[in-house]
Structure formats: structure tokens, C-alpha cells
């Protein structure tokens, strides 16, 4: 079992033909992804050789789906185009929107977003890796090599604490991990993610990732304490930032005591969650959890 994405799932690439499209798109068939098709308008009826498959273009993500039964898009497509490709994605009914582009502008990105939401799409990101369910699929930029199935469930706004933390745990592995990205508006939160590992037979545990800025990891805190049975491991990023000051994402905006790091730990340990305070003491956490049986 996973969330969200499966061996079973067939994958279209939205801007596959560039330089990034082309790039990823290798990396993630070599994972064993199921892509299907890329999608470029200017390109449609050619098809692109990855060593041993030809990977075939289609003009719109609506006729891509038509002829492969896809239902996950990857978009690859530069910031300016981004909102119009998510929009084309949910008009054609996609399930599974993986919106890697970051830059895009905020405004866009309430569009689309609440615009999938109303269609029935799922948006991952934007600004994301995008998510792995490790043996079967990857859709984005995850790495497919640092890591095996296993029992943790992962949900990140960071990308690169979502590497460090699937490496350090590489010997239990991973049902599923999911970047959800650290821009202001994304299309999938902690709070979705937690629901649905939650049901998901196969994830024992589940590790959050947060970081300074806005009030998620609070709202993720509160759902946990309300609906989550199983164990949760935390570790919130940006405890050496300045109070006051914009850091990374565009997201992390601190004001007063409200979204701190401190504020976040709080929050999360007064809900059972076991907070680190280094990726390294937060692995810890997780393998003394699974030792002791949760």
C-alpha cells in the first residue's frame, strides 16, 4: 500500500521535452515510474527516446489521458506557463497533480489550487520534489536510490530534509514520501497527508517536517492530537533563524512568538509528538519507536 501514488499509477510529464522534463523524466522511469507521455502542444506526435522507451508527446494533458489512462501529471513547465498547464490538467480530470515549478507567482497559485480542489484534483506543491512510494513510482525530482519500501509514512515542506531523512532511515524505508513544498499556498498539506497515512494499512509511523513560518505545523498538531493513532515524529527547521526575518521559503514569515520553531515544538510535543532537535536525533526518535512497538 501507499498515498496518493502506486505501481498501478500512469504518469504524464507536462513539459517533458525540456531540459528539466527530459532530465527527470529518465530519472523517473529508471525508478520504475509508469510515464506514459509528455505533453507540449508544439511537439505533439513526435515521441522521445529514454534508453530502451519511447516516451510518446501529446498536444493536450485531455488527449494524453485519452489514449493512456493517465491519471498523474508531473509539470515541469517554467512559472509563467505553470498556472495555465495546472488549470488544462484539472479541466481534463486528472486525480494527481505534482507541480514541481517554483516561482510561481502567489495569485497563481490560489487560482489553480482552489480551482483543482472544485475539479477534483489533487495538487502536490507548488515548489515541491514532488512524492515517492519507494519500488513502485516516483513523481518529481525525489531520488530514487537513497531509500527502500518500508513502514515510515513521510510528509515534508523541505525538500532537502526530505533527502537527509529518508537516507538516515534507509534501513526501515518508506511506505510513501511526499514533499508537499513551502510556498504560502499549496495544494496538499501536513493535515492531508496525516489522514491519509493514517488509513493506510502499511505506515506505521509517520514522520512531519516542518518549518518556521505560518501556523501548519500548529493546525497538523491539533489534527494529530484529534484523529492520528499512530506515532508521530517531528522536526521543525529554522531554529537558529532571526526573529523577525524572512527565511527560505516564502512561506517562512515569523511575527512575534507565532511560528517559531519553539511555538511549533510546543504545539506538536503537547500533542504526543516526539520533536527532534537535529534530522539525525530525529531518525533516533523513529528507530526507538519502532523498537518499542510505537
Do not use: W
Not at 496518493?4 to 531540459?19: D, F, H, R, W
Request: proline share 5%; net charge negative.
Amino acid at each position: 500500500m501507499a498515498i496518493y501514488l502506486t505501481k498501478e499509477s500512469k504518469v504524464l510529464v507536462q513539459g517533458m521535452t525540456g531540459a528539466e522534463g527530459m532530465k527527470h523524466t529518465r530519472r523517473m522511469l529508471a525508478a520504475g515510474t509508469d510515464v506514459v507521455g509528455g505533453v507540449n502542444p508544439r511537439k505533439a506526435g513526435r515521441s522521445v527516446d529514454f534508453d530502451d522507451r519511447a516516451v510518446p508527446v501529446y498536444g493536450t494533458v485531455a488527449e494524453g489521458m485519452a489514449a493512456t489512462g493517465a491519471d498523474v501529471t508531473v509539470v515541469f513547465v517554467p512559472p509563467a506557463f505553470a498556472k495555465a498547464a495546472v488549470l488544462e490538467a484539472a479541466d481534463a480530470g486528472i486525480g494527481l497533480a505534482v507541480v514541481i515549478t517554483e516561482g510561481i507567482p502567489v495569485h497563481d497559485s490560489v487560482a489553480f489550487t482552489s480551482y483543482a480542489k472544485r475539479n477534483g484534483t489533487r495538487i502536490i506543491g507548488p515548489n515541491c520534489p514532488g512524492l515517492i512510494t519507494p519500488g513502485q513510482s516516483n513523481a518529481g525530482i525525489i531520488p530514487a536510490d537513497i531509500t527502500k519500501p518500508g513502514r515510515i509514512g513521510l510528509v515534508s515542506k523541505s525538500g532537502t530534509l526530505t533527502y537527509q531523512l529518508m537516507y538516515e532511515l534507509r534501513d526501515i524505508g518508506f511506505s510513501t514520501c511526499v514533499g508537499i513544498g513551502g510556498d504560502p499556498v499549496v495544494g496538499t498539506n501536513h493535515i492531508d497527508c496525516l489522514a491519509a497515512f493514517q488509513e493506510d494499512p502499511d505506515t506505521e509511523l509517520v514522520v512531519l517536517i516542518g518549518e518556521i513560518g505560518g501556523d501548519a505545523e500548529e493546525r497538523a498538531a491539533a489534527y494529530v492530537r484529534d484523529h492520528v493513532t499512530k506515532p508521530v515524529v517531528g522536526y521543525i527547521a529554522g531554529f537558529t533563524a532571526p526573529e523577525g526575518r524572512t527565511m527560505g521559503h516564502a512561506g517562512a514569515i515569523v511575527s512575534g512568538s507565532a511560528g517559531t520553531a519553539r511555538a511549533k515544538q510546543e504545539a506538536l510535543e503537547a500533542a504526543g509528538v516526539r520533536v527532534g532537535s537535529t534530522p539525525t536525533e530525529t531518525a533516533r526518535l523513529v528507530l526507538e519507536l519502532l523498537a518499542a512497538g510505537g
